[in-house]
């Protein structure tokens, strides 16, 4: 009732010992209760006692809600895969699965055993396209399942990617210009060349810098310098491909 507590577990008189990982489990339910609270006292080896802050569980929270997972395209093959989870040490171990749209969930990486250590982070690298088939927009959606030791499974919040070409220009703004600040959005693998060059309307140079990707999502604001208003030319070459755009500078 959020004031008197009960013991569930008694790690002395359990015969438990001391351990960098407890773990127990609340049989009791939740029964017509909207709320359960939780509380740990402690007691140091100096005879210190303390109380932690008090937890407090929903009859509509799930175990998923106790886990993060997370996928980021690294490169143009590659999605990252990280999890974790602060009841880990209920798992035994971890499966993962990827959908492709318009098919059906399969699994990937095989059978990832438990560390059993509380918000360890897994890790787990997936090339979903070695064929090179996948069209710009394609959805790729992967999910984690969690298997408990009674058999049962919590599975994760699922997260997906949305399949681009490499080396990418995906959008570049303001269109107009203002005060010479052009922002560019690409997508290529770390360490590719990029080249931005804009020319004015008689083929005259007025700008010019090469970047180099530091990731596969990469954000970029250029000062381009003050020209005079009119219509521009932009050149981005990134990993040996070009996109050229009209922009207009006010």
Not at 2 to 20: E, K, M, Q, R, W
Not at 167 to 176: C, D, E, K, Q, T
Not at 225 to 229: C, G, R, S, T, V
């Given at each position: 009732?959020?004031?008197?507590?009960?013991?569930?577990?008694?790690?002395?008189?359990?015969?438990?010992?001391?351990?960098?990982?407890?773990?127990?489990?609340?049989?009791a339910g939740f029964g017509a209760k909207a709320k359960l609270y939780y509380r740990l006292n402690f007691t140091l080896k100096n005879g210190t006692s303390g109380t932690s802050p008090i937890r407090t569980v929903n009859n509509t929270d799930s175990a998923a809600m106790l886990a993060n997972f997370d996928a980021e395209r690294i490169n143009h093959t590659t999605v990252a895969l990280n999890w974790s989870s602060s009841i880990d040490a209920q798992f035994q171990n971890y499966t993962v699965e990827r959908l492709i749209a318009g098919s059906s969930y399969h699994p990937i990486g095989g059978t990832i055993e438990a560390e059993h250590q509380t918000n360890y982070v897994y890790h787990l690298n997936d090339?979903?396209?070695p064929a090179g088939a996948l069209v710009d927009g394609t959805v790729i959606t992967f999910r984690v399942t969690g298997i408990l030791a009674n058999g049962g499974s919590v599975v994760f919040p699922e997260k997906s990617v949305v399949w681009s070409q490499n080396?990418?220009?995906?959008?570049?703004?303001?269109?107009?210009v203002q005060n010479g600040h052009l922002t560019l959005l690409y997508e290529c693998d770390p360490g590719t060349a990029v080249d931005v060059r804009i020319t004015d309307a008689v083929g005259k140079q007025i700008y010019g810098t090469q970047l180099t990707a530091s990731q596969w999502h990469n954000t970029t604001t250029l000062y381009t310098?003050?020209?005079?208003?009119g219509v521009y030319v932009v050149k981005v070459t990134i990993g040996g491909k070009t996109y050229i755009r009209k922009m207009e500078w006010l």
């Open positions: 009732d959020g004031t008197n507590f009960s013991i569930l577990l008694d790690t002395v008189a359990a015969g438990i010992a001391p351990s960098n990982n407890y773990v127990t489990t609340d049989l090339q979903p396209d080396n990418a220009l995906v959008n570049i703004y303001p269109n107009p310098f003050a020209h005079p208003a």
